[in-house]
């Protein structure tokens, strides 16, 4: 596998309809990729020979920060090395440009993009976003409020550096007590840490009981909202795909 930075506006209009497949609906516009690309921002492709695995798009924001607004993987290949590839050449492509913070949202209810933004990649959520984006309607989000978490990646932080050489941000949550248990109740608890969990997998459960997905949406919201104004932070995901929240 290799992974490219994409200048031809051919590569960069199969960049877009990629996207467009992973989500089942327009994602960005091939004009926008090229202009995207064209000023300085970042687009980027996985190929394994001339097969497009995956694309990612980021764009400069205030500060000399980079947005990563959108990576995608093919369904076939998610779940490999891919994201991984795609997000380090993010990070190189970044620091030789000599930005050291990469930004961006995902849905929290999502374990398995958690798993991979907090362990695999070492970044950490510094926000909690309410319904962000507003309705949306393509294959992933459909039916559901738009909740995200703003992530921070620190490029330098020994964190993201051991990251980076394959050693994945584990923490332990002994000692911690459950704010949000598997069964999605929750429990005010003052100790100094915390554990909030997650759905198994949000996306089966919005097709087969969108009720209850809405009912975790809610919950994990409470939750996050509640112990972001409290001072907690989340320092990471356990192995148990439970969000840990320490106390500033």
Do not use: C
């Amino acid at each position: 596998m290799r992974v490219e930075e994409l200048t031809d506006a051919d590569a960069q209009r199969e960049a877009a309809h990629l996207l467009g497949s992973i989500w089942d609906a327009p994602v960005v516009a091939p004009a926008l990729l090229r202009a995207v690309g064209y000023s300085g921002g970042y687009v980027a492709g996985a190929y394994d020979g001339a097969e497009l695995l995956g694309a990612a798009v980021g764009f400069l924001g205030a500060g000399g920060h980079l947005h990563a607004h959108v990576a995608g993987v093919t369904a076939a290949r998610r779940g490999t090395s891919v994201g991984f590839g795609l997000k380090q050449h993010q990070r190189t492509w970044a620091l030789a440009r000599g930005i050291s913070r990469v930004y961006w949202t995902y849905d929290p209810l999502i374990r398995s993009n958690a798993s991979f933004n907090l362990r695999r990649l070492g970044a950490l959520p510094v926000r909690y976003l309410q319904d962000f984006y507003g309705p949306m309607t393509d294959g992933v989000n459909a039916g559901d409020e738009t909740d995200r978490l703003y992530m921070a990646w620190d490029l330098t932080d020994p964190r993201v550096v051991l990251a980076a050489a394959g050693t994945r941000a584990e923490v332990s949550d002994e000692g911690a007590e459950p704010l949000l248990d598997e069964a999605g109740t929750l429990t005010p608890n003052g100790t100094r840490r915390l554990t909030v969990a997650l759905p198994a997998d949000i996306t089966a459960l919005r097709a087969t009981d969108p009720a209850a997905a809405s009912r975790w949406r809610h919950a994990v919201r409470t939750a996050l909202l509640g112990a972001f104004d409290d001072g907690y932070l989340i320092t990471g995901l356990t192995r148990r795909g439970h969000y840990l929240l320490e106390l500033s």
